[in-house]
């Protein structure tokens, strides 16, 4: 239908690094591109292990960016949730801040 972009829930925790994979794959780099979505593998497993919002909102709650409420008759992510968020973050984190530095490509004028 002529779409074009994503929707992603990952883009909530990891902006940087999911633009980076778009990016990678739209100028066909598939080693950077494969590289970027192995990083991000662990994340998106753990982000579905429950019904979205769930595990987005307690990621972004151990960021200190949101609360970890969700509305019912969704409850709060399960302790195997939040412990596994726990263990996958701080690599993806690392990653993300510094795919955040990079430069990006300017817009032609």
């Given amino acids: 239908m002529g779409g074009l972009g994503c929707i992603s829930v ?6 940087a690094l999911c633009a980076m994979l778009h990016r990678a794959w739209d ?5 950077r591109f494969a590289a970027v ?4 593998d662990p994340l998106h497993a753990v982000l579905f292990r429950e019904s979205n919002p769930i595990p987005v909102k307690a990621a972004l709650a151990s960021l200190g960016l949101c609360s970890d409420e969700v509305r019912l008759p969704l ?8 412990e596994r968020l726990l263990a ?7 990653a993300e801040e510094h795919a ?5 490509l300017a817009l032609a004028s």
Avoid at 75 to 82: D, E, K
């Fill in 10 to 15: 990952t883009a909530n925790v990891a902006p």
């Fill in 27 to 31: 100028s066909d780099d598939l080693d």
């Fill in 37 to 40: 979505r192995d990083l991000l």
């Fill in 75 to 82: 409850t709060r992510a399960t302790l195997a949730t939040q």
């Fill in 88 to 94: 996958v973050m701080p690599s993806v984190m690392l």
């Fill in 100 to 104: 955040a530095q990079q430069p990006v």
